[in-house]
T-cell receptor, first 113, second 112 residues
């Protein structure tokens, strides 16, 4: 039962354009969401997070949007750079006595120079 | 800034052997998480600890055990290793729950 899904396994974007990575979740108890960037054989690197009390959070080139009614979040990267090429994971947690983050299946982003 | 430290980075073991993976969280972080990532898969939650007590358990085999010590470092003990245990094992830490979790570089375990 995949509670966090990233339906696009891969995405290619031209350098300088916007990259939009999507994530859907099924558990309505999730109230905190994170995005991670991962290179092969390395640990995930934290990018940005958002709490369910917000619908948008911005940090430099990265913006995360949360649509609670649709159980959907997205990560926007503007402008995209070749160094952004990596696998991106969204993750979710529930502030209900649990201590774990559930990861999505990942989207491989390739930014073309 | 200090990050999450995992050791060893690489480990090769034979079937039925045991392995111990270590994790040193970021100072003042009280929560530690362990994840397993197989080839082409997303990280799967194994177990977590909050203030040295086990707080959550995921898809962790009975052959595996873990604990968090008084200095907050954690160890994942794996016994009767199987070929299918070959994976990347990540540790993460956070300043309590529902905050950013930071990951270590991982331990690549290969069981032959």
């Amino acid at each position: 039962d995949q509670q966090v899904k990233q339906n696009s396994p891969s995405l290619s974007v031209q350098e300088g354009r916007i990259s939009i990575l999507n994530c859907d979740y099924t558990n309505s108890m999730f109230d905190y969401f994170l995005w991670y960037k991962k290179y092969p054989a390395e640990g995930p690197t934290f990018l940005i997070s958002i709490s369910s009390i917000k619908d948008k959070n911005e940090d430099g080139r990265f913006t995360v949007f949360l649509n609670k009614s649709a159980k959907h979040l997205s990560l926007h990267i503007v402008p995209s750079q070749p160094g952004d090429s990596a696998v991106y994971f969204c993750a979710a947690s529930a502030n209900s006595g649990t201590y774990k983050y559930i990861f999505g299946t990942g989207t491989r982003l390739k930014v073309l120079a | 800034a200090a990050g999450v430290i995992q050791s060893p980075r690489h480990l090769i073991k034979e079937k039925r052997e045991t392995a111990t993976l270590k994790c040193y969280p970021i100072p003042r972080h009280d929560t530690v998480y362990w994840y397993q990532q197989g080839p082409g898969q997303d990280p799967q939650f194994l177990i977590s600890f909050y203030e040295k007590m086990q707080s959550d358990k995921g898809s962790i085999p009975d052959r595996f055990s873990a604990q968090q010590f008084s200095d907050y470092h954690s160890e994942l003990n794996m016994s009767s290793l199987e070929l299918g245990d070959s994976a990347l094992y990540f540790c993460a830490s956070s300043l309590t729950r529902n905050t950013e979790a930071f990951f270590g570089q991982g331990t690549r375990l290969t069981v032959v």
